[in-house]
């Protein structure tokens, strides 16, 4: 343990030392006092007098405050009659009123004045400066504390006084003025300013010295002896000195920058004298090597250097140094590692060039070459580097004239059908038995998910499993998305979406009802299943189609095994399902009524046998989806559009979309644009149904599979359509809206598809008369439940829609509007 002996100047505070105005530091009250109770120890002590020295008398009722008795008895105990052994321990750590810590010696010192009159009020500080003035030879500290009686003990067994931490100048501790430094701190000093000079300190970005130089500890030391400069003058030393040797270092832009810096320094050199100061003085400055580096001194945080920091600073290499890495410490640590091209890198591009492939992009930090046949790499690299992804040769094109192929090809009616209906009506059902009874599906396949739902108790739900496949829906036993299927008849193919019925999951049945042509309305025609329908999601949904532009309906009513085939009870929901149907404005002509039995299969590919249902003598539901499917208008003459369900992205680097193409024609090779991103693509393969083909027309339910694009850019919802003719996107629509609800300004989803987009109705520019399109009210304040409204639609961003699109608005979860785009 190092000895440290403190010297008279390590421990006097000058300011105060000169308060005292004798030379010996005693007041005249003092000296009176001390010669009557010298006198007075000297009469107490008697013949022990000649024992004892008048000094040490003296130095004795100093430290006692002129406690006779106690001064008496400190000299008897300590040079007339001193105990043998001493106890240094006990006496130490005595827990007398007569020994307290001094804060700033760290030690115990004797209190002879603790609580005592007027002397109570002073400072241990005082006391330790009466203390260390009392007398010529008490200056130091050994010296001071020599009269302690554990001082008795052996030499060899002495304590050491150790220095007490001083307080810690600079940024937190605050400047007291100089400290002196040991000659431990003096060498650990001297140490790291020649590892900072091999290191290069000088090459350290400007911000960082300058935020060195703020620190204020760093050059507490120099307050005394270079008292702080004006700011006028700090600012031009600062100029002078520091900022010329920085601008060599740095790029034009570095140095603007580091001058904006600089400038802010001086700033802060305005207000803040002791920052000031230490920005006028270069770090490098040798002369100062031993006042610069204290040990005490506060470095910048890393959170100031990452501020103050040039992240754009080409000296990458001191960059661990200012923050620690643990992986910058492993032997296997390259600083420069990812600066030239890997490996890998140079052998593509080498290969490209010899074989003109399609290299990697090269990564942007290879641009320095070591050799000349690197240098020649790079060339090939940059070249490289310039492909995209694009620049892939598109697949190439048939040139067809698709309109003249479909017209000529003679194919089969293709149609999609939205199957709807309030929750649990039995729409997956109905089409699990539908594909079953075409064979699709064999029955072995709704035996096993009959015995797998068995065990979870939903055997009903086993063929409802043929369409939901998902293993949330079957934990559920709900449908929540739409779920396709295909089949065909001898004239007519036909794509199923089946939707959910749950209100929850509105918008998915929204979203298969604007790709449908048509559409099967469940109906459940259990007593009181019925009545809660209409009351719910069946009245929903027909609204839905009506707004959606589906004209004609096959409205299954289901279950009636379990009104043991009632031909009232079919007779009384028809009639009930007619007349609401026909208030929307369904043609009857269009709707067509059938009794059966998903669950039973009763009246879908084949008439039922039993007699309880000899009284219906019409069609099968299949025959009823062949008779409704519309002889399709199909805009094939119009722009190529289509709304994207699906996306499915693979390894090879295509992007497949499934949706329904909604306008005009596309073709094998066709350029093709998504939007709303903007971002254009090939048409590389087709699929119509399940067949592959070269073209696809509007009214087809398509995949396909595009390349040239990244899939980022495409999400379920965009449109993809022609480049020639692209459909725009725009972010303020007028639509003809028939509210289902109170419609009136308020946030509100708009619904398209898959296409959600949020907004809000903006204003109601009028109402308007359901059939002749008269207005009846200009700008109504709302729009009542049934009323058909012109209404303006601001959305949050811009989204591909156009004029001629139908469109649904829900709010707070309820649909309370649809209708057509105006503009
Ligand atoms: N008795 C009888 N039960 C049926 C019939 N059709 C469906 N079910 C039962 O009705 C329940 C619901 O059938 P699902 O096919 O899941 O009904 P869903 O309309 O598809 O339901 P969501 O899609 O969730 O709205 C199941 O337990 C079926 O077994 C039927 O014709 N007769």
Same mark, same amino acid.
């Given at each position: ?314 000296? %990458? ?18 600083? !420069? ?82 199957? $709807?209906?309030?929750? !649990? ?15 699709? $599906? ?81 109906? !459940? ?25 589906? %004209?004609?309906? $096959? ?114 090779? !066709? ?25 696809? $027309? ?126």
């Amino acid at each position: 343990m190092p000895v440290t002996t403190y010297t008279e100047d390590d421990l006097v505070d000058y300011d105060e030392f000169d308060e005292e105005d004798e030379e010996d530091g005693m007041s005249p009250e003092d000296r009176v006092a001390m010669s009557n109770a010298t006198a007075e120890v000297k009469k107490a002590l008697g013949s022990d007098t000649i024992k004892v020295t008048n000094t040490q008398i003296q130095e004795a009722l100093w430290h006692y405050y002129y406690d006779v008795d106690k001064s008496v008895a400190y000299l008897n105990r300590t040079f007339i009659a001193p105990p043998q052994k001493s106890t240094p321990k006990k006496t130490s750590e005595g827990k007398s009123d007569e020994f307290f810590f001094s804060d700033t010696l760290g030690l115990f010192v004797r209190s002879a004045w603790a609580g005592r009159g007027p002397a109570g009020h002073r400072s241990d500080r005082a006391c330790e400066m009466r203390s260390r003035d009392s007398g010529a030879s008490a200056v130091s500290l050994q010296a001071q504390f020599s009269d302690m009686p554990w001082m008795n003990v052996p030499h060899d067994r002495k304590a050491n006084l150790i220095p007490p931490s001083r307080p810690r100048g600079g940024l937190l501790g605050g400047s007291e003025g100089a400290q002196k430094m040991s000659k431990l701190q003096a060498l650990a000093a001297s140490r790291k300013k020649k590892i900072e000079e091999k290191k290069g300190l000088g090459n350290a970005s400007f911000p960082e010295r300058s935020m060195k130089r703020l620190s204020l500890s760093e050059h507490a030391g120099k307050g005394f002896a270079d008292p702080s400069p004006s700011p006028t003058k700090r600012q031009k030393n600062a100029e002078t000195a520091a900022l010329p040797s920085h601008k060599r270092d740095l790029a034009p832009d570095s140095a603007s920058k580091a001058q904006s810096q600089q400038l802010g320094a001086a700033q802060v050199s305005a207000t803040h004298p002791g920052a000031a100061a230490a920005f006028t003085d270069s770090p490098l400055s040798s002369t100062r090597a031993t006042a610069d580096v204290l040990v005490s001194k506060p470095a910048p945080s890393a959170f100031a250097q990452t501020l103050f920091g040039d992240a754009s600073d080409a000296r %990458q290499t001191n960059r661990p140094e200012v923050f620690a890495m643990p992986y910058a410490m492993s032997s296997a640590f390259l600083v !420069d590692a990812f600066s030239q091209p890997s490996p890998d890198d140079i052998v593509l591009a080498a290969q490209a060039q010899a074989g003109k492939k399609v290299a990697p992009a090269q990564k942007a930090s290879a641009k320095k070459t070591p050799s000349k046949a690197a240098s020649k790499e790079e060339e090939v690299s940059t070249d490289v580097s310039n492909l995209k992804i694009n620049d892939a040769p598109p697949p190439k094109s048939k040139g067809l004239d698709v309109v003249k192929e479909f017209e000529n090809s003679n194919s089969k009616k293709s149609v999609s059908f939205v199957v $709807v209906g309030h929750v !649990d009506a039995g729409k997956s059902t109905l089409m699990g038995r539908l594909l079953v009874e075409l064979k699709l $599906v064999e029955q072995r396949t709704v035996d096993k998910y009959r015995r797998q739902a068995e065990k979870s108790g939903k055997q009903s739900f086993a063929l409802a499993w043929v369409m939901d496949q998902g293993s949330e829906e079957r934990d559920r036993g709900v449908t929540i998305d739409i779920a396709t299927n295909h089949f065909e008849t001898p004239t007519t193919k036909f794509t199923i979406l089946d939707a959910p019925g749950h209100r929850d999951f509105v918008p998915n049945m929204i979203a298969g009802a604007s790709q449908a042509d048509f559409a099967i309305l469940v109906i !459940d025609a259990n007593t009181g299943a019925y009545e809660r329908g209409l009351k719910g999601q069946t009245r929903e949904h027909v609204l839905l189609l009506r707004s959606l532009g589906v %004209q004609r309906l $096959v409205v299954a009513v289901n279950k009636l095994d379990m009104v043991a085939w009632s031909q009232d009870r079919f007779q009384e929901i028809s009639e009930q399902v007619t007349g609401f149907l026909t208030g929307l404005g369904f043609q009857d002509k269009f709707v067509t009524f059938v009794p059966i039995s998903g669950l039973n299969g009763d009246n879908i590919a084949s008439k039922i046998e039993d007699t309880a249902a000899s009284w219906y003598k019409g069609s099968t539901l299949l025959e009823a989806l062949e008779e409704s499917a519309p002889a399709t208008a199909r805009a094939v003459e119009k722009p190529f559009r289509m709304a994207i369900s699906e996306v499915f992205r693979s390894q090879l680097g295509t992007t497949t979309l499934a949706g329904r193409i909604d306008s005009g024609t596309v073709q094998i090779g !066709d350029k093709i644009l998504v939007q709303p991103s903007g971002e254009s693509a090939y048409v590389k393969s087709i699929m119509v149904d399940t067949a592959a083909q070269d073209w696809a $027309v509007a009214g087809q339910s398509v995949s396909v599979a595009l390349t040239n694009i990244d899939p980022i850019h495409i999400r379920v919802g965009d449109i993809i359509c022609e480049t020639t003719n692209p459909i725009l996107c725009g972010d303020t629509f007028t639509m003809k809206a028939m509210a289902f609800d109170h419609v009136m300004p308020m946030p509100v989803d708009l619904h398209r598809g898959r296409l959600h987009a949020p907004g809000q109705i903006q204003s109601i520019i009028a109402t308007i008369d359901k059939v002749t399109g008269a207005t009846i009210k200009r700008k109504p304040k709302v729009v009542q439940p049934g009323g058909v409204a012109r209404l303006v639609i601001q959305l949050a961003s811009k989204v591909p829609l156009e004029a001629g699109q139908r469109v649904v608005i829900r709010s707070g979860g309820e649909t309370i509007a649809a209708g057509l785009l105006e503009s």
